[in-house]
């Protein structure tokens, strides 16, 4: 965790170096583990992670907001500056896979615990079988966070996997949401098939800015994430992306050996523009009628 704190913060200097007011960082930024039983064992707290301590400094120093992706055990309760989105009943033998909100004063703010989780058994992919069970170690959340105001606009959370389910991003634009954020670890093999083009389709059905930050490489043994962070417009315009790993074609590599990061300025005037030309109103009280 010492050495993706290290990462972190050389990103918020390069963001901070930018004039960037917010830094998306991936899902899972502080660990991601070699098993479930490794996973459940190195959560903490947030009040007493070492790596949310030192990147609620950095937002502090930096005067930066910084959203980023975190484990947390069950076992823990929120603290008075969060809101919960977890299942009443949770299991001390998993952990939460959370998104979390640090205001420029070093405060977390915000929250979300990811509702979809990846368990995949896909046995045709170009390198072999892919089979994973995030469930084994880690607790599905229950509701989705009400979209807040930031510098940038007004932000709604999601969590990779949730990016299959336009169900939640829909849900996010109807409470008002202008920027619907995807922090992720895809897959070489999800992400060469789909990633693009589930950002774009999200960017475009709510007309909202996406930004998707990946995790890129190999985080030992087999498993390598595909990277390609991208922020998406809601015209479905990509105006800011970073490479896909090293060797991505062929289900290899370690990707970048530096940390990168991908700037872009929201337009919120574009943003209402597209609304107002071409405005999605869906009709409850319409049907679609078949003909026998």
């Given at each position: 965790?010492?050495?993706?704190?290290?990462?972190?913060r050389a990103l918020v200097a390069q963001a901070s170096a930018h004039g960037a007011k917010v830094l998306f960082l991936p899902e899972a930024s502080d660990y991601i583990a070699s098993s479930a039983d490794e996973t459940v064992s190195l959560a903490r707290p947030i009040e007493e992670s070492?790596?949310?301590q030192g990147l609620r400094e950095e937002a502090r120093r930096a005067t930066l907001h910084i959203n980023v992706g975190i484990h947390e055990p069950c076992a823990t309760a929120p603290g008075n500056n969060s809101t919960s989105t977890s299942n009443s009943n949770s299991d001390n033998s998993k952990v939460k896979n959370i998104l979390i909100w640090i205001d420029s004063n070093g405060k977390v703010v915000q929250r979300y615990q990811k509702i979809h989780l990846f368990d995949v058994d896909l046995l045709n992919t170009p390198h072999g079988p892919l089979v994973l069970k995030e469930s084994a170690s880690v607790e599905q959340g229950g509701a989705i966070t009400t979209p807040f105001e930031t510098p940038v606009g007004r932000v709604g959370l999601a969590i990779c996997y949730d990016l299959r389910f336009p169900e939640i991003s829909l849900a996010l634009r109807r409470q008002g949401a202008q920027i619907i954020t995807y922090p992720s670890a895809f897959t070489v093999a999800t992400g060469r098939a789909h990633w693009e083009v589930l950002l774009r389709a999200r960017a475009i059905e709510t007309q909202s800015f996406v930004v998707a930050a990946a995790q890129v490489g190999r985080h030992g043994g087999k498993r390598v994430s595909y990277g390609r962070s991208m922020i998406v417009?809601?015209?479905g315009e990509i105006i800011a992306e970073l490479p896909a790993a090293d060797g991505a074609g062929d289900g290899g590599g370690d990707g970048p050996g530096e940390t990168e990061l991908a700037v872009?300025?929201?337009?919120?005037e574009l943003l209402q523009r597209v609304r107002r030309e071409m405005p999605l109103v869906r009709r409850s009280d319409k049907r679609v009628k078949t003909r026998r």
């Amino acid at each position: 965790m010492d050495s993706n704190l290290q990462r972190c913060r050389a990103l918020v200097a390069q963001a901070s170096a930018h004039g960037a007011k917010v830094l998306f960082l991936p899902e899972a930024s502080d660990y991601i583990a070699s098993s479930a039983d490794e996973t459940v064992s190195l959560a903490r707290p947030i009040e007493e992670s070492p790596f949310v301590q030192g990147l609620r400094e950095e937002a502090r120093r930096a005067t930066l907001h910084i959203n980023v992706g975190i484990h947390e055990p069950c076992a823990t309760a929120p603290g008075n500056n969060s809101t919960s989105t977890s299942n009443s009943n949770s299991d001390n033998s998993k952990v939460k896979n959370i998104l979390i909100w640090i205001d420029s004063n070093g405060k977390v703010v915000q929250r979300y615990q990811k509702i979809h989780l990846f368990d995949v058994d896909l046995l045709n992919t170009p390198h072999g079988p892919l089979v994973l069970k995030e469930s084994a170690s880690v607790e599905q959340g229950g509701a989705i966070t009400t979209p807040f105001e930031t510098p940038v606009g007004r932000v709604g959370l999601a969590i990779c996997y949730d990016l299959r389910f336009p169900e939640i991003s829909l849900a996010l634009r109807r409470q008002g949401a202008q920027i619907i954020t995807y922090p992720s670890a895809f897959t070489v093999a999800t992400g060469r098939a789909h990633w693009e083009v589930l950002l774009r389709a999200r960017a475009i059905e709510t007309q909202s800015f996406v930004v998707a930050a990946a995790q890129v490489g190999r985080h030992g043994g087999k498993r390598v994430s595909y990277g390609r962070s991208m922020i998406v417009n809601p015209w479905g315009e990509i105006i800011a992306e970073l490479p896909a790993a090293d060797g991505a074609g062929d289900g290899g590599g370690d990707g970048p050996g530096e940390t990168e990061l991908a700037v872009a300025d929201i337009d919120l005037e574009l943003l209402q523009r597209v609304r107002r030309e071409m405005p999605l109103v869906r009709r409850s009280d319409k049907r679609v009628k078949t003909r026998r």
